[in-house]
Structures are given as structure tokens and as C-alpha cells.
């Protein structure tokens, strides 16, 4: 039985005023995206890689992988509306017969490292369900409109991060379920949440970034640089 994981990769990059596709825009020279298949080429855990696109990166894609020399890709297909229905589109393209985990990471996060993906599978199949993430580190503030209501207790509050892994059998079941109940949730480990799976959670590093801002991807940029002396 195979691991197989999914990445998302349809971001326009609005929020970075950028004119490509996000997965596209350099990142030290590099196109984010390759970044992140870099990482899941270098996890002893992953298999195979499912990647959901848009038309202009999936046009792009075929040389990009051949020219950095990404060997896990097997499939390519198009995104659709939500990233929910993105990441389904992905696990429909999976192999059910041959698929016992299934990962799914953000294209958009370039530092995880194999290491972390490798312990989220792990994880994932020793409980069913895992997910990467790190505590909060900051004060929270519940707030509205410009005014503190309170200071939430930050000590059982994390930040979640991916990869999320799940056996396959628990996934498919989530993601029927969402569909047909018409359930938008804000990450996979909330539409397994939602059946009742408990998720465990696998301590990840707090640079395991989304490159979501301009500020980001300069952050990112500084890290992938040093990797690379």
C-alpha cells in the first residue's frame, strides 16, 4: 500500500500583488511550488504526488518538473471553485486501490521539512488522522470592532499547519460526507473533525510558514537561501 499526497496549488497570489500564479512566483530563484515537491521527493514516507492546479500552471508545469528534476508528481488536474473542492478533485485522482494514506499540503508552504511530512504519516497511521502544527505564541484578543472583549487562554490553542494525513477509508468518508451535507470547512482535518475522527496533532516548527503576503514570501526567500549555501 502507497502513501499519496495532494497539493493544492491554484492560488492567484492577489494578496501579493503578484501577476503570476502563486505556486509560480520565484522564491529565491526558485518557483514556490518546486520548493514544496522538493520536500515530498525527499520524505522516505510519500509515494506518490497528486497536484491540483490551475490551466496557467498546469501548462507551466510538465517542463518545470522536468527541468528540477521532481520524480514523485504523477498526476496533474485542474482545480475547482473552493480549495475544498480542489483538494476533493485530488483524492478522487488518487488510486483507491492501492492508497492507504493520503496527505494533503499546501503548495504555498515551501519550509516543511521531510522530516515533519514523515511524522504526520506516521502518526496518521497510527491514529487514523494527524496534522502538523505549532502552539500559538501570542496574547489572543477576542475583539469587535475595535474594541478587546477579552483575552482568550492561549495554553490549549495551536496553530495548524500541514501536511494533514489520513487513512484513506476515514478520508473518503469525510470528504462524502462535506459534499453531500454542502459543509465548507476552513482545513481537512475540520471535515474529519466533523464525523467524529479525533485528529492527533504532531508539533511542527514555527517555520513552516504560509507564504500568503509579500512579507512572507521575503521571509521564505531569507530561510531557502540559507538552505542553499
Given amino acids: ?10 492560488g492567484q497570489g492577489t494578496r501579493m500583488g503578484a501577476t503570476l500564479p502563486k505556486s ?21 514516507s510519500i509515494d506518490e504526488v497528486v497536484i491540483v492546479a490551475s490551466r496557467q500552471v498546469m501548462e507551466q508545469l510538465p517542463e518545470l518538473l522536468e527541468s528540477y528534476g521532481i520524480e514523485k508528481v504523477t498526476t496533474v488536474v485542474l482545480g475547482g471553485k473552493e480549495r475544498q473542492d480542489s483538494v476533493r478533485i485530488g483524492f478522487e485522482n488518487c488510486d483507491a486501490d492501492n492508497c492507504d494514506v493520503v496527505v494533503v499540503h499546501d503548495a504555498a508552504r515551501p519550509l516543511v521539512t521531510p522530516e515533519e511530512i514523515d511524522a504526520v504519516v506516521t502518526a496518521a497511521r497510527e491514529s487514523g488522522a494527524a496534522i502538523l502544527g505549532a502552539p500559538l505564541k501570542e496574547t489572543i484578543k477576542q475583539v469587535t470592532g475595535e ?13 495548524a499547519q500541514t501536511p494533514q494525513a489520513f487513512r484513506y477509508e476515514i478520508f473518503a468518508r469525510a470528504v462524502s460526507e462535506s459534499v453531500s451535507a454542502e459543509f465548507l470547512g476552513t482545513d481537512e482535518a475540520s471535515i474529519v473533525e466533523r464525523i467524529g475522527i479525533p485528529v492527533t496533532m504532531v508539533r511542527g516548527s514555527y517555520r513552516n510558514i504560509k507564504v500568503t503576503t509579500q512579507e512572507d514570501a521575503d521571509i521564505a526567500a531569507m530561510w531557502l537561501a540559507k538552505e542553499m549555501l
Wanted: proline residues 9%; hydrophobic residues 55%; aromatic residues 4%.
Fill in 147 to 159: 474594541t478587546i472583549d477579552k483575552t482568550i487562554d492561549r495554553s490549549l490553542l495551536w496553530g
Fill in 1 to 10: 500500500m502507497s502513501v499519496t499526497a495532494i497539493i493544492p496549488a491554484a
Fill in 24 to 44: 509560480l512566483i520565484p522564491i529565491a530563484g526558485v518557483p514556490l511550488v518546486i520548493h514544496t515537491l522538493r520536500r515530498f521527493d525527499a520524505a522516505p
